[in-house]
């Protein structure tokens, strides 16, 4: 049954996505840039609701008392593709995803990608990557979007961590942002590499404002895993049989 129940939602995000990115491509010529963003963010309203009927995948958000009125830099565990698409659809501002330009490519999705303000970057070149970055995200910080992007930079398995990697705190203390670190379990459910969705709840939990004014990007990063790494203990204590070492390493290159 899990695996019939997956095909379908394989097979509806095949259907919608096509015409919806068409619609997309067609439509946002005529539309300003927000009422782009959230046109496009119906696609990931529509799948999030449809994974739910379909898969059986929940979601309860707690701390959204912690979002600032201010631009802020969101910094995410990465799990899954559930957060990917999710997030844009729970947050009150347009989420500015750092992304790859390789996607730009990708039929459809990375065409209709292409005509949103995101940030895209060319990692073979090395520390110029970063700085297209930084005057890619103050344009954006300063339209009133957030930048979202992924520290640990690839999915990691439930109950594990990958380094954290300190491009986003880098941009975050570079721009004077604050950071909003964002904890999940959507491993649970849809794990990475993994094909079959199971049923269950996932429970996105929104930190405390992370200050960077005065601070160095290794204090920054060093705050952030902490504070993801402890609650991604509370809020998923099986997944962990013990406090998962702090890691914090730099690297030249964010990723998404």
Known sequence: MLQFRSILFFLFQIVWTVPYAIACIVSF??????????????????????????????????GRENLPDTPA?????????????????????????????????VPFFGWALGLLSMIHINRSKGTDAFQSVVAQGRER?????????????????????????????????????????????????????????YPGEVVVSIGPVIETAGRTAEAVNADVAEWIEREMVRIDPAAYTSRPKASATPDATPRA
């Not at 696609?43 to 995948?57: F, P, S």
């Open 141 to 197: 910080l300063a339209e009133g979007a957030w930048i979202i992007m992924f520290p640990e930079g690839t999915r990691t398995r439930t109950g594990s961590r990958n380094k954290y990697k300190s491009g986003g705190a880098r941009l975050a203390a570079t721009t004077g942002t604050p950071v909003v670190p964002v904890a999940h379990n959507a491993g649970r459910v849809w794990p990475r590499n993994s094909f079959v969705k």
């Open 73 to 105: 830099i969101v910094l995410s565990k990465h799990q899954s593709a559930w957060e990917t698409v999710a997030l844009p659809a729970l947050m009150p501002k347009p989420l500015c995803y750092v992304f790859k330009r390789e996607l730009l490519y």
């Open 29 to 62: 010529p005529f539309l300003k840039r927000e009422q782009r963003y959230w046109f496009a963010v119906g696609w990931c309203r529509v799948v999030i609701r449809v994974a739910d009927k379909l898969c059986g995948i929940r979601y309860r958000v707690i």
